[in-house]
């Protein structure tokens, strides 16, 4: 079962970097969202961005303080998720949104200030669609197969950081820090076999990261 799993990832990941700039891949995503119900609750909250969003399988439990949607779709850069914004986030009309992207972006090797200029369109489309909105921007995590691009992250999240800082209705939570050793590498046990994608200790740091910010 877990061959499946990671040749499943693989093939999302190699896709991803084959075809990066084709948005119907994720055609059948966006009919799956499509066919989402709206709930009426309120304090609505929208988890999105790609597959470390994706597979967090417990979200919902994890971030139980508020109703949680995770529309995430495994490969996506920040481009794909402003290309889908209507069908990830401004349907649902939610009143916060949570957003990990940039990940697959730097393994890509897109520069760092052209995924924030991609970060700042996504927000003005948010914001212009409900401007009350509040906006999370996940840092990119270190993950110990993409080690390689370490600066490239680190200029993007400071990027990212310095973004969300001066706009009032945006947070930046900074996860990339937490999932170091001491050492300063990657925790390599909060990571499945392909040394990308996280198991449930990983999502169980990401729970007390993140989740804290929803209560």
């Known amino acids: 079962m877990q061959q499946i799993v990671l040749t499943s990832l693989f093939l999302i990941i190699s896709t991803a970097n084959l075809i990066a700039q084709d948005p119907h891949r994720f055609d059948e995503d966006m009919a799956k969202f499509a066919e989402m119900p709206i709930p009426k609750e309120k304090g609505l909250t929208i988890f999105t961005g ?32 402003l290309y889908f914004i209507d069908q990830t986030v401004i349907r649902f009309q939610p009143e916060t949104v949570y957003i990990y992207e940039g ?94 994608h996280m198991n449930r200790q990983g999502y169980l740091l990401w729970k007390d990261i993140i989740c804290s910010t929803t209560k």
């Open 50 to 81: 790609s597959s470390s969003i994706r597979f967090w399988e417990n979200l919902s439990d994890d971030c139980n303080e508020v109703v949680a949607i995770n529309t995430a779709f495994g490969g996506s850069h920040m481009s794909d998720l």
């Open 103 to 196: 990940d697959n972006d730097i393994a890509s090797e897109k520069k760092p200030e052209n995924i924030l200029k991609t970060a700042k369109q996504i927000t003005a489309k948010i914001l212009a669609s409900n401007s009350k909105t509040k906006i999370y921007f996940i840092s990119a995590k270190p993950s110990p197969s993409r080690w390689q691009y370490k600066e490239q992250y680190l200029a993007f999240n400071s990027l990212l950081k310095a973004y969300c800082d001066s706009n009032q209705q945006l947070s930046y939570i900074d996860v990339w820090n937490p999932m170091l050793a001491p050492n300063g590498r990657p925790i390599s046990k909060i990571f499945i076999e392909d040394s990308l």
